[in-house]
Nanobody, 121 residues
Framework: QVQLVESGGGLAQAGGSLTLSCAAS????????MAWYRQAPGEERRSIAD???????TYAESVKGRFTISKDNAKNTWYLQMNSLKPEDTAVYYC???????????????WGRGTQVTVSS
């Protein structure tokens, strides 16, 4: 059973920084896609950053230039460095991954349970 566990959320002031981590555990052959989503109250969950194919990083316009996604393949862990935080970044942040558990097993999508990020003005 693959599990994703986020850490690093909390409270920050506007202009400050936070770093989120997501650690994947279980039977893992490869992780073709690692991503971060967020969901603000009353809004849909949206993708904000992802790494696909281990190389290409993409970002939502709302976080481009402020947030950076990175990964440590040896640890099956990826990160979201969040700088220049704004009150509108307040949301529950979820990590997401497409995980292949074996060479001949079809990749499956997994979610973490989420971590709250609150940015005060």
């Amino acid at each position: 059973q693959v599990q994703l566990v986020e850490s690093g959320g909390g409270l920050a002031q506007a202009g400050g920084s936070l770093t989120l981590s997501c650690a994947a555990s279980g039977r893992i052959f490869s992780i073709p896609r690692m991503a971060w989503y967020r969901q603000a109250p009353g809004e849909e969950r949206r993708s904000i950053a992802d790494i696909t194919g281990g190389v290409t990083a993409t970002y939502a316009e709302s976080v481009k230039g402020r947030f950076t996604i990175s990964k440590d393949n040896a640890k099956n862990t990826w990160y979201l460095q969040m700088n220049s935080l704004k009150p509108e970044d307040t949301a529950v942040y979820y990590c997401s991954a497409v995980v292949q558990e074996g060479a001949t097993i079809f990749p499956q999508h997994h979610w973490g349970r989420g971590t709250q990020v609150t940015v005060s003005s």
